[in-house]
């Protein structure tokens, strides 16, 4: 009996350690993007979130769970992002510059933002 509780034991941690990613795919897994902003369809951090990911100078547009439904965002320090109205970040006069720490109430754009550029600073 102990043999076969012994076995099981090993089999479970074997099988853990197989399953787990190893720290290159981790690593591979978060250089996928650039950098990161932080945004919420409710002020002050709440609602649905989610740590938005982006790619340096590319023109994003957020998803549809976020579209027009953003009410605070803060992006990664080190990063200039611009914020637009409009899809396919057209419209530079409709736009919001926002860094970090970014903004746990938006006034302007509440609710209407639609997509991003981000350049390091």
């Known amino acids: 009996m102990q043999f076969k509780l012994g076995f099981i034991a090993l089999a479970s941690v074997l ?6 990613p190893s720290n ?6 978060s250089a996928q993007v650039d950098g990161h902003c932080y945004i919420c ?3 002050y ?8 990911g982006f790619y340096s100078g ?15 965002a803060g992006c990664d320090s080190g990063w200039n992002c611009v914020f637009f109205l409009d ?13 970090n720490p970014g903004y746990a109430a938006l006034g302007w754009g509440n609710d209407a933002l639609s997509s991003l550029r981000c350049t390091r600073s």
């Open 24 to 29: 290159i795919e981790l690593e591979q897994r």
């Open 41 to 43: 369809t409710d002020d």
């Open 45 to 52: 951090w709440g609602g649905s979130c989610t740590n938005y």
């Open 87 to 99: 899809y396919n970040c057209n419209n530079d006069e409709s736009s919001l510059p926002i860094g």
């Open 58 to 72: 590319q023109c994003s547009n957020f998803p549809s769970s976020f579209q027009d439904d953003i009410s605070s």
């Open 15 to 20: 099988s853990a350690v197989v399953a787990a």
